[in-house]
Structure formats: structure tokens, C-alpha cells
């Protein structure tokens, strides 16, 4: 009775997967469709406009192995060859038209969209799956990733991050595959092992230690490759100087605790969002600010321990949230910057599982 009940329900969720991703894609496109005629600014100077990496195929090989903005004669840490690679298409199909880079970002957002709403339909109802999914990829913060062309990362990250997660199961290699393009599109997909391992716990669907390997056997080849032949100045150092936060692991732990709460609130109430914000550094304990943030972030994972029995998911979805600051919390790479809102684009997908 039971294998009978479940059968037509399965075909009803399939049968509403199609139209709901369909409506997803058009009300996404349908707001984010005035970012299209926007211009180009602040860091696409160099990611695009002065890049000559991205003018000829005969500068192919530089463009996949160099810095991000190695082309327009600067160094970085940033190595991201996916997104490269965008960019390099989008002036071969465009030229230097901005509305043709801002288009194609509308794509990739539009298929970001659908890829979180189909990882969410594996674990919930069409309609609740759908709701959410359209919350996460309207809100507000997703502007900073959709109308600035060289902040594609974050979406061409988690468009991966989707695929790969959804054919996990089925096909292993071409999840590893699109593992490798997350960790290509931005550095925090690093991670992307354990993503994997919180997904199948929230999907019930676990895999056995001998289908997690090859994932993580890929991120530590990435990180090796990072520190050696990837290295293109300091990649756990991006200061060329000692300073409070390289010297005192303690003050990047306070400084990365009161973050916490403000990436939260941006999810929540979106009022005070900025492309570049300047942020405090917290030498100590005792400011109000940094016990209140350590109060707040106990809470959460007492939160997180008390639904773990009762709603696992949305303890899972909090242990998400977390773990996606780890790589831009300052404890382990030094970033030369200490906020930005983007930076909780990753951790929202964990917020989505909790909502």
C-alpha cells in the first residue's frame, strides 16, 4: 500500500517540477531584466575591460593558469578560471557591449535560481521548494552578484555547487566534474566535500566513504596546486605586511564573530546593503560587540542541537550557514578585507534548507 501511495505522488512532483522552474525562470528574469542596460564598473575594469587575456584564443592557456587580472598586468590572489572563461566568451559573442555581460550574468543567475530550486524539490514539496528557491534568488542581496559582471563568481559557484550535489548519486564523475567548475568559479567551493556529505545527510541518501573520496582527493590537489604552482603571490596571505590581524589569531577570530550576526540580519532585513563596507577590527573580548556576537552565534548552534532530532534539516542547513563563512573568516587565508555582503551569498543556500 505503502509503494502504491508514494508512486503517484512522486509523478505529481515531477510532473511539477517543469512548469515551477519555468515560472522561477521568468520572475527572476523579469526582476533582475533592468540590470541589463547598466554599464560597467568599479573592479570590471580590470576583470574585462583592460584584460587582453580575453581578446585572442592565443591567450587561452594564460587565461586558465594566471591570476584573474593577470591580463590587465596586475597580480592577484584570486585564481578563478571558470568565470575567466566567461568573460572571455562573453567578448568573443559581445565585444565590449555592457548589456551583453550583464545578459549573459542574468543567465547564469537564472539557471542558479532553478538549480537551488531542483536541490530543494529533492528534499521538499514543488510548491514549498519553489517558494523558497524564489525568496533566495529575488532577494535583494543577490544584486551584488547579478548586476556587477565581475561578481559572477558567487553565482557560477553555486549554479555548480547545485549540479553537482543533484548528480551525486546517479553519476559521480560528472559530479566531480562539476565540483571542479565550483571550485573554478570562486575558492570557497573548496568545501565542496563537505556540502556534499551535509546534503546526503539532509536528503537521507548517504554515500559511502569510497564515493567521497575522489571529491575530497580533488580539493586537496586544488589547495596543493594553490601553494605551489598556483601561488601567484601569498594565497593564505593576501597582506604584504605584518599587521594586527596576521599577527593575533585571536583578533581575526573576535573580528570574524561579530560578522556573523550582521550576514544573518542581511538575509533577514535587507536595509543596509553595500558593495564595499568598512568594517572594525576587535583586538578583544570584553567589547560588547564581540561577547554579544559570541552569545548570539552559541545560541544558534544550541538552536542548531535542539532541532537536530526534531527538524534535522534545518540543523543542517544551520551547520550550512557556518561552515560557508569559514573560507572568508580571516582564520585560516588572510583576505585584505574583513566584510563583504556577497560573502553570505554561499551561506544563504543553508538558510534556504532552515526556511
Not at 51 to 70: D, G, K, M
Not at 73 to 84: D, F, M, T, V
Not at 232 to 243: G, I
Amino acid at each position: 500500500m505503502t509503494s502504491h501511495r508514494a508512486q503517484p505522488t512522486d509523478q505529481r512532483q515531477r510532473a511539477q517540477r517543469w512548469p515551477l522552474s519555468g515560472l522561477l525562470a521568468l520572475v527572476v528574469v523579469f526582476v533582475f531584466l533592468s540590470t541589463v542596460p547598466h554599464a560597467f564598473l568599479w573592479d570590471d575594469e580590470q576583470f574585462v575591460l583592460q584584460n587582453r587575456f580575453l581578446t585572442s584564443w592565443r591567450f587561452f592557456w594564460p587565461l586558465l593558469t594566471e591570476n584573474v587580472v593577470a591580463g590587465a598586468g596586475l597580480e592577484s590572489n584570486l585564481y578563478r578560471p571558470l568565470q575567466s572563461l566567461t568573460h572571455f566568451l562573453d567578448v568573443q559573442l559581445w565585444g565590449y557591449r555592457p548589456w551583453g555581460h550583464h545578459a549573459s550574468n542574468l543567465l547564469f543567475h537564472v539557471a542558479a535560481s532553478v538549480a537551488v530550486f531542483r536541490l530543494l524539490n529533492r528534499l521538499y514539496p514543488g510548491w514549498p521548494a519553489g517558494l523558497t528557491a524564489m525568496m533566495f534568488s529575488l532577494h535583494p542581496l543577490q544584486s551584488e552578484a547579478v548586476a556587477y559582471i565581475s561578481g559572477r563568481g558567487d553565482t557560477l559557484a553555486i549554479l555548480c555547487l547545485c549540479l553537482g550535489l543533484l548528480c551525486a548519486h546517479e553519476h559521480r564523475w560528472l559530479s566531480l566534474g562539476f565540483a571542479a567548475l565550483a571550485i573554478a568559479s570562486k575558492e570557497s567551493l573548496t568545501l565542496f566535500p563537505v556540502f556534499l556529505w551535509l546534503y546526503t545527510q539532509a536528503a537521507q541518501r548517504r554515500l559511502p566513504l569510497t564515493r567521497h573520496l575522489p571529491f575530497w582527493i580533488l580539493s586537496g590537489g586544488y589547495v596543493v596546486a594553490r601553494l605551489t604552482v598556483l601561488n601567484f603571490q601569498n594565497t593564505l596571505n593576501f597582506y604584504k605586511e605584518p599587521n594586527l590581524l596576521t599577527e593575533h589569531v585571536h583578533v581575526r577570530l573576535y573580528t570574524y564573530l561579530t560578522t556573523l550576526p550582521k550576514g544573518l540580519l542581511l538575509w533577514l532585513w535587507p536595509t543596509d546593503l553595500h558593495h564595499e563596507r568598512s568594517w572594525l577590527v576587535y583586538p578583544t573580548f570584553t567589547t560588547p560587540a564581540v561577547w554579544g556576537a559570541a552569545l548570539f552565534v552559541a545560541s544558534l548552534l544550541a538552536l542548531a542541537v535542539w532541532l537536530s532530532r526534531r527538524t534535522p534539516r534545518a540543523t543542517i542547513g544551520l551547520w550550512w550557514f557556518f561552515i560557508a563563512t569559514i573560507p572568508t573568516s580571516n582564520l585560516f587565508v588572510l583576505i585584505n578585507a574583513l566584510f563583504y555582503d556577497h560573502w553570505f551569498l554561499l551561506p544563504g543556500v543553508g538558510l534556504a534548507l532552515v526556511a
